[in-house]
């Protein structure tokens, strides 16, 4: 009698680890399902805000279309200055005069890449300054003090 209780309970523990095993296939399908929908809707986005510019719809920004985007949409966009404006070399990587949709994607990846990095940098100095004021500090009270300034 023991050995078929003991027969039974690993039979059920083996059918629970067989459900459990389908139970996480399914989730990493789901999963890698889901991960093809976000890239497939960032391409989308991507691929709407590219078309803006492109007036012609030839699947092509020229710099003509690229300036007038510039003048008559970002600078109407609050909190932008012409500083802040994207300049046509950054994006004509080929200079063919023309920018397509894999050059804008580059240079948008690279903007990306950029602004995590100033972010980056900016939480540095931040824990940088945060470390000088805690070894002017004599105890925790003072430091205390000293942050809410």
Do not use: C
Not at 41 to 62: A, C
Not at 91 to 119: L, P, R
Not at 120 to 142: C, I, M, R, S, W
């Amino acid at each position: 009698e023991l050995y078929s209780q003991y027969y039974n309970d690993v039979y059920k523990l083996q059918e629970h680890s067989t459900e459990l095993y389908d139970y996480i296939a399914k989730l990493e399908t789901a999963l890698k399902q889901s991960e093809k929908e976000r890239e497939l809707d960032v391409l989308q986005r991507d691929m709407d805000e590219f078309s803006q510019p492109d007036t012609d719809g030839d699947g092509l920004i020229s710099k003509a279309e690229f300036n007038h985007y510039v003048k008559t949409y970002l600078a109407n966009l609050p909190g932008l200055t012409p500083a802040d404006y994207p300049k046509w070399e950054d994006f004509d990587h080929d200079n063919n005069g023309y920018m397509s949709f894999q050059e804008y994607q580059q240079q948008m990846a690279f903007q990306v890449q950029k602004a995590k990095e100033k972010e980056n940098k900016n939480a540095e100095k931040g824990l940088q300054g945060l470390y000088k004021e805690t070894t002017k500090a004599g105890n925790f009270n003072d430091l205390y003090a000293q942050l809410r300034k």
